[in-house]
């Protein structure tokens, strides 16, 4: 079993290259629910469900969220009845929070929703939310303390950003199977991902990070950082208001306690030579993943560094 | 105020015609819940919603139902996860539902909730659900005791009816607003609707009746049924259920004790010869709306019947 921790744009990018070159069977997919809201009094899980749509094949890669070629009709009803309208809900999307959240008031927990919804549409995967209990990423600037999606959708993440917590997370539990997913892995994938906010949520729920300090199974990391940038979003803010430097030795330091093998881009090849943390391993490579191409490529370079043999087997391509 | 009672599609035309005819805050429409059901979650108030849109001029005229134009791409989305999806409804409508079902769990009464949605349409006209508290129409059939929704859209009204009840409607308070908007009228009107499950709800609310018994306005209804038929939809089955005659005598006995005026069809003119119920008088004309031209015309015959100085003001018209 391949296991992957992924939130956010560049980790469904990353799962959409794993599920061509895997069986479906062998991925298990630990998300970040710390981006997790409450929108028209239904309950969404953005990063749930972008890996959910990614893994159905429904997933719009000209957005990198939501359904392909979804309409956007209630939002604008919703607009024209004086709500808020920010955060845009697509009306096929939709019909996935109006059934979790059913789920959810009928007594089911966020797993439990997530593969119900999951097995609807054919996913074959294994997906877990990071923890079934409510641990919220929250942003501290000077305009307040905002939810994830207030800071990084309402507001363009423009605002300085003083420090980033994550509520509940001391008391929450790893939904059922994540611990041992990882301690049983034959590899775990660190998703590009934003450090802070999509894995941070994930290693900051009690009993993850340990159990990524003692698996046996190689993890491996792509960095979401190219130079001193984050390949997209916010991530460079959010790493200095955590004190790491916005560089692959930032993201070597985030996940020092663990990490095996950091791959990075190939422009970053003079920072791989000077970074010295734990016993990481520095490889690059091209990671911009433009097209399927690339989410492939970058996808078989993380499996070969993590477990070559899964790659040598027959039938390696699936799509 | 001219107060008009109403429910289904036959209501919501009628309604049509009275807007063309009168300034928007001299119309009080009482609308029958009796057909509210919960639908993936939401609280859906189908004649509130008719009424609703019709007055803001967006209620689809072809369907009769929701949002003219409107898409239904959620509810295919639902039946892709597996769901129900008898009941349709469009991208725009849902709107109305998940903002009336957070207004609700705010607090708010479904007066409030319909006030606050209809001024955010611009809808200047009062409505008023018939009561805050829930009354729901159940029909007794061979396959079981069914909601009026499951009895007339799931099950395409196929089933025989045994009966007819408003579950909840004996401890029911009418909304606050329904008797005094009666008891002060200029005129009220029945609307052509199902006089069973659409004003009967209304009727079953306590003190509804008394008030109708007892205002000093002209009462006047149009008739749903022309000859032995329903104009549309199951009136006949429910009338026969609950003993009464499908003719305009069932629709006058169903009124009698406050009915002053029955506007009914020209092809009825014999058989409205023969009625000798209460203090009824009928009056026959073309009642068969088929367009604008029509609803407008039927409003102004029952506006003539009912309050003839109103349609003598000035500006009498306008749309």
Known sequence: MIVVLTGGTGGAKFVDGLRRLLPAEELTIIVNTGDDHEWWGLYVSPDVDSIVYVLADLLSSERGWGVRGDTFHCL?????????AWFSVGDRDLATHLLRTQLLSRGQTLSEATSYIAEKLDVRSRILPMSDMRVETRIDT?????????????????????SVRFSGASEAEPAPGVV???????????????PVTSIGPILAVPGVREALQ???AKVVAVSPIIGSAAVSGPAANLMTAQGLPVSIAGIAKAYEDFLDILIADDSDS????DINIGGVTVHCTDIMMRDTEDKR??????????????LSEPAAEFR
Chains 1, 2 share one sequence.
């Open 270 to 273: 003079a920072a791989a030579r």
């Open 142 to 162: 000077p305009a307040g303390d905002l939810s994830f999606e207030e800071y990084f959708v309402k507001r363009w993440y423009q605002d300085p950003v003083n």
């Open 180 to 194: 041992d997913a990882i301690a049983s892995a034959q590899a775990v994938l660190i998703a590009p991902s934003n």
């Open 297 to 310: 490529r970058i996808a078989r370079a993380a499996l070969a560094l993590a477990c070559p043999e899964i």
């Open 76 to 84: 604008q009803a919703m607009k024209e009845l004086g709500e808020e």
């Open 214 to 216: 003692t698996t046996p």
